[in-house]
């Protein structure tokens, strides 16, 4: 199976930061990665698909990067309602995996 | 619009079995492939199974192999999952998703998801 870590798993920050999340893979997965926002009580959404295309309807603010094994989510300034639970997701082979996640808190 | 509704969770014992239901509406069902993703609570987000567009191809998670059997009715618009042999570690909520097509891969569209509770 392949494996994603995220790093960090926590980030405080405050609104109008810079926030840069990160995604390894344990093996190469090229561009079949995929971030997805988890709010409290609710489903998942998808972010970025492809590494580095913004799903639409996602703010620009979003961005996506990388392939190969090394991936990176960017927040360009952080908004009120971006503090939530960061994913990512490879699906270039089954089992399709997840990163345990990120929780960015408000500082 | 793209609507995806959960349903069949609840408290079982252990041992027990339990089929999810997903109805999908507003989008042409036949052509998207779907996954179950479970969440136990307080945990990250889980991949559990697949099955593709027409419903030949079928993957699953090592640790659900030969207890879970997903499947799909394409003229009901329904996706399935069929679980025997619960397990207490698959206490969870269960997500219904959609995968996009092959030019925009990704979850793309979740159900609000069904809790499964396995408890003696």
């Known amino acids: 199976d392949i494996q994603m870590t995220q790093s960090p798993s926590y980030v405080s920050a405050s609104v109008g930061d810079r926030v840069t999340i990160s995604c390894r893979a344990s093996?190469?997965?090229?561009?079949?990665l995929a971030w997805y926002q988890q709010k409290p009580g609710r489903a998942p959404t998808l972010l970025i698909y492809?590494?580095?295309t913004l799903q639409s309807g996602v703010p620009s603010r979003f961005s996506g990067s990388g392939s190969g094994t090394d991936f990176t989510l960017t927040i360009s300034s952080l908004q009120p309602e971006d503090f939530a639970t960061y994913y990512c997701?490879?699906?270039?082979?089954?089992?399709?995996?997840f990163g345990q996640g990120t929780k960015l808190e408000i500082k | 619009q793209v609507q995806l509704v959960e349903s069949g969770g609840g408290v079982v014992q252990p041992g027990r079995s339990l089929r999810l239901s997903c109805a999908a509406s507003g989008f042409a069902f036949s052509t998207y492939s779907f996954h179950w993703v479970r969440q136990a609570p307080g945990q990250g987000l889980e991949w559990v199974a697949f099955v593709s567009s027409d419903g030949t191809l079928k993957h699953y998670r090592e640790s659900v192999k030969g207890r879970f059997t997903i499947s799909r009715d394409n003229f009901k618009k329904t996706v399935s999952l069929q679980i025997s042999g619960l397990r207490r570690e698959d206490t969870a909520l269960y997500y219904c998703?959609?995968?996009?097509?092959?030019?925009?891969?990704?979850?793309?569209?979740w159900g609000q998801g069904t809790l499964i509770a396995v408890s003696s």
């Open positions: 492809s590494a580095s």
């Open positions: 998703v959609r995968e996009g097509n092959y030019h925009q891969p990704g979850f793309d569209y």
């Open positions: 997701q490879q699906s270039n082979s089954f089992p399709f995996t």
């Open positions: 093996q190469g997965i090229s561009s079949w």
